[in-house]
């Protein structure tokens, strides 16, 4: 079945640090990718979206490139803020209209 | 750009009563609606499909006696926890789907509830 894995957290940086977060996908056909954004009590943000294979999805300085021949679809980040904290979710959707959600990584970013 | 709201934010209630949770889609019109559950620390959790005039499909686990889903309009869908126990304590999130824009999803800011 479909599946989404990411990196383990919590994911600890200083200001300024570069980000990565992994995310690899298992899916049948081509699904459609998206990173996802949860501050805290609130519900979930859509960061960026990548439908087909090579495209690059970016937003607020986030950008993750949809890797057909890896599977992946990783986050990264030139210069992380203290206002990046937060969970993040990647997630994958095929035709079937459900999204399928990993299992959240959480970002500290210190002063 | 679009958005769902979601009502109450917050619930408290006591053991054995039951919570009605609303989720609207303000400029748009959903004829598909998600209800997810998500306990501390992780991820989302499908609980149910909820289709504009026609009954919810639930997920694999999930008690649709005890999860009432009402998709009653195309901006409107209900979730009512039945009788409800310590353990149905949790952040519920509910997800809007736009036809016109590719279906994209559109989530609520989530509502806490929490048994006593």
């Known amino acids: 079945g479909n599946s989404v894995t990411q990196m383990e957290g919590p994911v600890t940086l200083s200001e300024e640090a570069f980000l990565t977060i992994n995310c690899t996908y298992t899916?049948?056909?081509?699904?459609?990718l998206f990173w996802y954004v949860q501050y805290p009590g609130e519900g979930l943000q859509l960061l960026l979206k990548?439908?087909?294979?090579?495209d690059k999805g970016s937003n607020k300085g986030f950008e993750a490139t949809y890797r057909k021949e890896t599977t992946s679809f990783h986050l990264e980040k030139g210069s992380v803020q203290v206002s990046d904290s937060a969970v993040y979710f990647c997630?994958?959707?095929?035709?079937?209209?459900?999204?399928?959600f990993g299992a959240g990584t959480r970002l500290f970013v210190k002063a | 750009g679009a958005v769902v709201s979601q009502h109450p934010s917050r619930v408290i209630c006591k053991s054995g009563t039951s919570v009605k949770i609303e989720c609207r889609s303000l400029?748009?019109?959903?004829?598909?609606m998600f209800w997810y559950r998500q306990f501390p620390k992780q991820s989302l959790m499908l609980m149910a499909t909820?289709?504009?005039?026609?009954?919810?499909?639930?997920e694999q686990g999930v008690e649709k006696d005890k999860f009432l889903i009402n998709h009653a309009s195309l901006t409107l869908s209900t979730l009512t926890v039945t009788s409800a126990h310590p353990e149905d304590s949790s952040f519920y999130i509910c997800?809007?789907?736009?036809?016109?824009?590719?279906?994209?999803?559109?989530f609520g800011p989530g509502t806490r509830l929490t048994v006593t």
């Open positions: 997800s809007a789907q736009n036809a016109d824009r590719g279906n994209e999803q559109y």
């Open positions: 899916a049948t056909g081509y699904p459609s």
């Open positions: 990548a439908t087909k294979a090579d």
């Open positions: 997630a994958l959707k095929t035709g079937g209209f459900k999204t399928i």
């Open positions: 400029d748009f019109q959903a004829t598909t």
């Open positions: 909820s289709n504009e005039g026609s009954k919810a499909t639930y």
